[in-house]
């Protein structure tokens, strides 16, 4: 009896190897996780980091909505790996905290509100701003970076040529060159950055990748995480702003690449698939007001 089952694990593994192998191959050259060797971070938390209202969607729709107003939410996330947390995205800054005049990146077209600061979020599970490692941050509009400041002894890790992007000279677009010298002054000269080149995966252990999605900015990306029971989530960044956008492949004005936009929409789509992932979209309020906020956690 002992012998049989020796021999019907023996066969199974052999069965299996090359199928293992063959994935592995296919993975090769990628720093992306294997979908089924991919390790898990425990928790992920939504914190709501702002509201906003811009005056006219047409930003963000091309062609349609012209004068409309639009809502947005403004979302970060924290993420419990062992006895580590990361914060994806740093939000709209402290300073606007209840704020009635808000506070904007573009002031002609948007403005930010702050309902509850980080901080206090962070304390709602027993957390200050010093125990977060690592602060990821997706791109460098300051609705992602305004409380960067908050975490000087965490490692900033951002891609290399967003980080170049930012300390280029100006371009043609004076909106974007606006957002270029706000994001300078947010960042500041972080002690601990971190520069990345491309798809990263954080632990080593493929339970947390950021993947680059250029085109929003030219060094944007998005995040990969893995849970136990919730499977693979994508964090959007601004990769796309709304669901319907991304289902019709809309880039809005601001964005710096429209190829490329096209291209990092792409690239989610097949990682949703390979992945079975759900993407959590940063500015859709309507999603976003669906997600779990913290003290809830999805794991
Ligand atoms: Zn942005």
Redesign the pocket.
């Known amino acids: 009896m002992l012998r049989r089952t020796k021999v019907a694990v023996w066969f199974v593994l052999v069965a299996f190897l090359p199928i293992i192998d063959a994935a592995s191959d296919a993975n090769a050259g990628s720093k992306l996780p294997d979908p089924v060797n991919a390790g898990i971070a425990e928790k992920l938390f939504r914190l709501d980091c702002g509201r906003s209202v811009a005056n006219d969607e047409s930003v963000w729709t091309p062609g349609e909505n012209v004068g409309r107003s639009i809502e947005f939410s403004s979302t970060c996330w924290l993420i419990k790996h062992g006895s580590e947390w990361l914060l994806w995205d740093a939000g709209v800054p402290e300073a606007a905290h209840n704020d009635p005049r808000g506070w904007s990146?573009l002031p002609k077209l948007i403005v930010y509100h702050l309902d509850r600061t980080l901080t206090d979020q962070l304390a709602e599970i027993g957390l200050k701003p010093s125990d977060i490692t690592r602060v990821a941050i997706?791109?460098t509009?300051g609705?992602?970076i305004g409380n960067v400041a908050l975490f000087p002894n965490s490692a900033i890790l951002m891609q290399r040529t967003e980080y170049s992007w930012i300390n280029s000279p100006n371009g043609p677009n004076d909106n974007v060159n606006q957002?270029m010298a706000l994001a300078r002054e947010l960042l500041g000269t972080p002690k601990n950055l971190q520069l990345i080149d491309g798809d990263t995966d954080v632990y080593g252990d493929g339970s947390v990748t950021l993947v680059s999605t250029p085109g929003?900015?030219p060094g944007?990306q998005s995040l990969l995480v893995h849970l136990k029971n919730s499977g693979f989530i994508i964090l959007s960044?601004?990769v796309v702003h709304s669901e319907e956008n991304f289902e019709e492949n809309i880039v809005p004005s601001?964005n710096t690449d429209k190829a490329a936009s096209i291209a990092s929409m792409e690239k989610i789509r097949q990682m949703m698939a390979t992945y079975k992932a759900k993407l959590f979209i940063n500015?859709d309020k309507k999603q976003t007001d669906t997600l779990k906020l913290i003290p809830a956690f999805y794991d």
Request: proline fraction near 0%.
């Open positions: 990146t997706s791109h509009h609705d992602h957002l929003h900015t944007h960044g601004d601001l500015h």
